[in-house]
């Protein structure tokens, strides 16, 4: 990054900075390590939220991509994106746009894992895979269970049965790649299972989905699975990094903020980055090192030892040394603009409605939309 | 409310619900309150974020008000509204800004708390108060602090002196009528004292301006205070109800959510509001009764008993019997519409850009529209 990237100094804080030349990083990492395992990757756009990141990734338009809103199939579909699959559980209420996107000429396949929703979605003629419950995370169901064969009869006997799909969220609770591969297995072998048993039941099963950002960089062997799903690692953050699924320079996004304020007896740097600014999440509470509301850098994004945003109210962050650091405090006048990275990407940046974008080719700051809502 | 609103099943959720009559008798009584206390009320609105809330106000566009960010100064001025306060220390790069709304004939004032943004300012020819710190929560001077003098003589020369401010956060960290008065007593005596400190030396100081909402609403007598200022009080949040600052009925903010599945053996009912409908904040974590991500409502917005949303993942929402209650869990199929009240209503907010009104008097749902940004 340019020493002076011309620009910084004139945002308005807070605002979103995204590092491009660290996204295609993160973006090549990825899909180097599913070309080498042999699937298709199938990233996930609710962190990103972008037409220009989405048109960053490996294949252009032509790519399946994972979205989390139907907000987000329409504008990726309008973007020229068919290929999309809605990773969160079927309301039946919601059909009737998912058939409007299709008529569109989208192939949009929905998620399920009931008798009920497969009947509403085998009724409205929509593509479905069936969610695999591979670690008791969230939802879907056991690879054993009997249902699984009930569900995709259901989706079978109306040609609309496409597959399965897991998700390891517990994969967030270990730390390392040894433990994350264990994850991956997991997701593996379950979906797998589950596919064989769909099969052996005499019902067509061509798409295994699985996938996490940390066990997809952890997997080491995907066979039977042909796709792998992830989203935060175009950009990853500070719960990714305390994870070692990466390190704090490979951080793409960071929140640009200006020094308002002093407390010098407490050791206190007010900044105008609050909760609204870093979002409320505090994903790093219960790791190893907690990074409080974010990790403090120079305006130039070099981390300044110890320093975190140790609170915040809506529109006012608390930076201190974290306990039990020695110091001194750095000399932070008010002006002084300083970077903050998150602990939670997809968090954060739902908070802004714009990336300005530090470019990969050096230049001004560029301004990449970026969008939210259902 | 009527029983069956028309409209309300036919949102996409999630959607943030506003429950228009009960905003209107939150804003009434804490009205009523400032009258009796005389004292003008100066309404925060970087909850509302809305300029249909604002004007359901008490005094119109003619009525003080406070915001949290310069682009809420900008949007409520071409609303109308002159009498504006930017209520967080100003940063010197922000002037221009203020000087152009300024121009346009706005009587914006700033706050501040140190020599050097009094001299920014000064400069600048912008009014400002002088921040004072009553409780140790943020910034601020002490009211007998020598540099208050200094900051007000580098004002008062250039005529740009207009008062204090102060606003007790800490009295978010007890509970009742009684422990909030004494923050509002608190308040109302470090700002006085601050101001008779001014006028000592010789400093003009019109403007003594206190308030949070715990402590507006618990506040006995506010002698020599000259304005109120609270937000959150409109629509109100469990954090409010936690602290005994209103109760359950008068929260006037839900989120609308539909069941998308279920993991029955582990008595989970997932819904499609996640921690992007309901925000991250976790505000209840620590009080004496902790409501997870929100308390669950039926469709008409009766509570459901001891049902909370337990954990959030982010379009994902997991509803469960609150730990230690007994059940059983009701039968809430696939489809079921719900309604999750928020910890805090700002945070909650801030994740949509509108309000679906069920409309005091009746009739179809309006919407109004709110806005983010900086």
């Known amino acids: 990054m340019p020493a002076n990237n011309p620009g910084i100094e004139d945002l308005t804080t807070p605002a ?46 032509s790519a399946p991509i994972t979205v989390s809103t139907l907000a987000e199939a329409e504008v990726f579909h309008d973007a020229g994106f068919t290929d999309i699959l809605y990773a969160v559980g079927i309301a039946p209420q919601k059909l009737a746009r998912v058939q409007a996107l299709r008529a569109k000429g989208c192939d949009l ?25 591979s670690d008791g995370h969230r939802g879907g169901r056991l690879a054993d269970d009997p249902a699984l064969i009930e569900i995709g009869k259901i989706l ?90 990466c390190t704090l320079d490979d951080l793409a996004l960071s929140v ?31 790791m190893d090192v907690d990074q409080g509301y974010g990790v403090v850098c120079d305006v130039e994004g070099r981390v300044l030892r110890d320093l975190i945003v140790r609170s915040a109210n809506q529109e006012h962050g608390i930076i201190a040394l974290r306990s039990g650091a020695k110091g001194p405090l750095p000399d932070l006048p008010v002006g002084t603009q300083l970077r903050i990275l998150p602990n939670h990407a997809c968090a954060t940046a739902a908070q802004y409605d714009r990336y300005h974008v530090l470019s990969a080719a050096g230049g001004p700051l560029k301004t990449w939309h970026r969008f939210g809502g259902w």
């Not at 929703?117 to 695999?132: N, Y």
């Not at 052996?200 to 996490?212: E, H, K």
Request: net charge neutral; glycine share 10%.
């Open 16 to 61: 979103l900075l995204l590092d491009e030349a660290k996204m295609m990083r993160n973006i090549e990492r990825l899909e180097a390590h599913a070309r080498s395992l042999g699937v298709a990757l199938r990233p996930h756009l609710k962190t990103a939220k972008s037409v220009e990141i989405a048109l960053r990734l490996g294949g252009g338009v």
């Open 109 to 133: 396949v929905v998620i399920l894992d009931s008798p009920e929703q497969a009947s509403a979605v085998a009724k409205a003629g929509v593509p479905a895979l069936i969610e695999i419950d």
């Open 156 to 245: 079978g006997a109306k040609g609309v049965l496409r597959g399965v799909m897991t998700h390891a969220g517990e994969s967030y609770t270990v730390r390392g790649a040894a433990a994350h591969a264990e994850f991956a297995e997991l997701e593996r072998s379950s979906a797998v299972k589950a596919a064989d048993a769909l099969r052996a039941a005499g019902l067509p099963c061509p798409i295994v989905s699985v996938g996490s950002t940390p066990t997809a960089h952890a997997a080491r062997d995907l066979t039977g699975v042909t796709e792998l799903r992830a989203g935060v690692y175009m950009v990853f953050d500070l719960v990714m990094a305390g994870l070692e699924v």
């Open 256 to 286: 640009l903020t200006t020094v308002i304020g002093h407390q010098p007896a407490k050791g206190w740097v007010m900044i105008d980055a609050g909760w609204m600014a870093m979002s409320r999440d505090r994903g790093t509470q219960t």
